[in-house]
């Protein structure tokens, strides 16, 4: 049984791994924004004997952030999945873009990323080999250019940078880091025309964090186990 963290755990790509984890036998931490109006997963948590509780952590406020870690305190976390996300503004074009929607866009995705893992470092220092994986884009990538989404691709980029660091700075404490494209995926933000199912892109990235050595930390991946060029 390993420990899971995950955050946006409510709807969409994250429900789906918090589901798949806790079928498999996991425990899962599944922080989400608002608990109260998390009805699958508060549905889930009751049928899952305790092993996966809800907590409340918004991923662009440090203080939301540092009242999940006290909840959870000293427990060891064999995997964290930075997973919330959002698009940035409605509008992210050259012509007509939301400044305050890029900055929330680097708030969620860039920095939300780096503070979890800065606020959950005790407890992957005490899982044995702990990894952190990151969702982000096929968009992050400079081999894969497109037009407009100026918050999206910028924050994701971003956070691509971030992580291959941080794989750097953690490698030398057996903590492995790494990023995923989890596919054009049909939740709420992939629409429902997309490619694949969130049960397809869950049981995709859960295959890439199985996977995941500290001889591959710092490497972008598909949700196929692919090598994503960037
Ligand atoms: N779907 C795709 O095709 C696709 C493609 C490439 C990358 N991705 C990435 O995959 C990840 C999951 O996306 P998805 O498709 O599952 O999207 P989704 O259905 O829109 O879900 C996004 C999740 O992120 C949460 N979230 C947003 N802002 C947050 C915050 N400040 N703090 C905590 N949670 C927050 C949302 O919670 P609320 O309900 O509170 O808003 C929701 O649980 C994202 O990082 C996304 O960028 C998705």
Redesign the pocket.
Known sequence: MSTILI?????????ELARQYTEAGDRVFA????PAEARDLTLLAGGAGGRLTVHA?????AASIAACAKAVGDTPIDVLIN????LGGKSQTLESIDFDAWIDAF???TI?PFRTVQAFLPNLKAAPAAKVMT?????AASTWPFGGSYA?SSA?AAVNKVMQTLAKDLKTQNIAVSMI??????????GAG?DIT?EESATGIRGVITGLTSDTSGKFYKWNGEIHPW
């Open positions: 955050t946006g755990a409510n709807r969409g790509i994250g429900l922080t989400c924004r608002a952590m918004d991923v662009g406020d997973n919330a996300g959002i708030k969620v995705m939300g969702v982000t884009s096929q968009l999206y994701k494209h989890p596919g054009w995926v049909k939740t709420e933000m992939g997309a969130a």
